[in-house]
């Protein structure tokens, strides 16, 4: 089956960039995404990239895709303490109707003043 | 922007005992909605794809006997824990994909916090 894999946990202080890592397996992929998850809380829908882009920027967050590797990662510049939570990368064979998401590990961002 | 719901949010209850969660889209139409169960500092992992006015579709591992779904309107699934026990605690969280979105895009509740005694 599909196996999404992500670093447990990232530090970063305020103000640096901070990277967070993402390598999945399912090369059918063709939707990837990048959610933020605070204590407590559901999923929050940040980002999300299509296969065939290699690059997405979106105000603070850049988003880059190796599909060769299969290698999604999330660069959140100027790292703020709001930043603090848990992130997903998620992988989705399609766009359409009904298709599940397999969800990565979750990456722990702290964020240090 | 697209509203998903969830009640109760937290709910303790006693060993054999069943446990009904409201999933609602408040916004818009949800034609399939997702329940998918968390435990602490691990990732989400689907229970079961709901689909309005038809079964839902457990993956494996899940029964489906005890974890009974009802997905009766586009607005609205319920997620029924039966003859709950202790280590049917976790966090439950149910996504709702929006009719006619795109990009798969799945909204989230906030999650139900369900504590088994």
């Known amino acids: 089956g599909e196996d999404v894999e992500q670093s447990l946990f990232l530090s970063v202080r305020e103000g640096d960039s901070s990277v967070i890592n993402c390598t999945y397996t399912d090369s059918s992929s063709t939707y990837l995404y990048w959610y933020k998850q605070e204590p407590g809380a559901g999923l929050q829908l940040l980002t999300y990239?299509?296969?065939?882009?290699d690059m997405k920027q979106d105000q603070r967050l850049t988003v880059l895709l190796n599909k060769k590797d299969k290698h999604l990662s999330l660069r959140i510049a100027d790292t703020q303490t709001g930043d603090s939570a848990i992130y997903f990368c998620?992988?989705?064979?399609?766009?359409?109707?009904?298709?599940?998401?397999?969800f990565g590990t979750g990456t722990q961002l702290k964020v240090e003043l | 922007g697209a509203v998903v719901s969830q009640h109760p949010s937290r709910v303790i209850c006693k060993s054999g005992t069943s446990v009904k969660i409201e999933c609602r889209s408040l916004d818009f139409q949800a034609t399939t909605m997702f329940w998918y169960r968390q435990f602490p500092k691990q990732s989400l992992m689907l229970m079961a794809t709901?689909?309005?006015?038809?079964?839902?579709?457990?993956e494996q591992g899940v029964e489906k006997d005890k974890f009974l779904i009802n997905h009766a309107s586009l607005t609205l699934s319920t997620l029924t824990v039966t003859s709950a026990h202790p280590e049917d605690s976790s966090f439950y969280i149910c996504s709702a994909q929006r009719l006619a979105g795109k990009y798969n895009e799945q909204f989230f509740g906030p999650g139900t916090r369900l504590t088994v005694l």
């Open positions: 709901s689909n309005e006015g038809s079964k839902a579709t457990y």
């Open positions: 998620a992988e989705s064979p399609s766009g359409g109707g009904g298709n599940k998401l397999t």
């Open positions: 990239i299509f296969s065939n882009m």
